[in-house]
Nanobody, 127 residues
Framework: QVQLVESGGGSVQTGGSLRLSCAAS????????MAWFRQAPGKEREGVVI????????YYTDSVKGRFTISQDNAKNTLLLQMNNLKPEDTAIYYC????????????????????WGQGTQVTVSS
């Protein structure tokens, strides 16, 4: 099992930046597929950025390409999400998620295939 704790959310204006952190209770590299999901009011949970096991690839949803960057600090068991040029449509609760079962890349963005979830952190972007 792994426990996940997010931090770094907040309120910014359009064009601003935030960096989200997801601290894991144990090493995740090579053991878990790690992901950031988000859920806006009235909408389904959406896979934003996903890192395959052991650096097997990275997925970015189209709406964040060129603006969001994911990285891992393996020494600190932390997953980071740098979000630049934020837009009002990025407003949502952002969740860190992990799963240890290998999946084909076309399934990475399915929330149902993740076992471990953090509590979420709110990101609000005002125009």
């Amino acid at each position: 099992q792994v426990q996940l704790v997010e931090s770094g959310g907040g309120s910014v204006q359009t064009g601003g930046s935030l960096r989200l952190s997801c601290a894991a209770s144990r090493p995740t590299y090579g053991r878990y597929r790690m992901a950031w999901f988000r859920q806006a009011p009235g909408k389904e949970r959406e896979g934003v950025v996903i890192v395959g096991m052991g650096g097997s690839g990275t997925y970015y949803t189209d709406s964040v390409k060129g603006r969001f960057t994911i990285s891992q600090d393996n020494a600190k068991n932390t997953l980071l999400l740098q979000m630049n040029n934020l837009k009002p449509e990025d407003t949502a609760i952002y969740y860190c998620a992990a799963d240890e079962k290998p999946q084909s890349r076309d399934k990475w963005s399915r929330p149902s295939l993740y076992t471990y979830w953090g509590q979420g952190t709110q990101v609000t972007v005002s125009s």
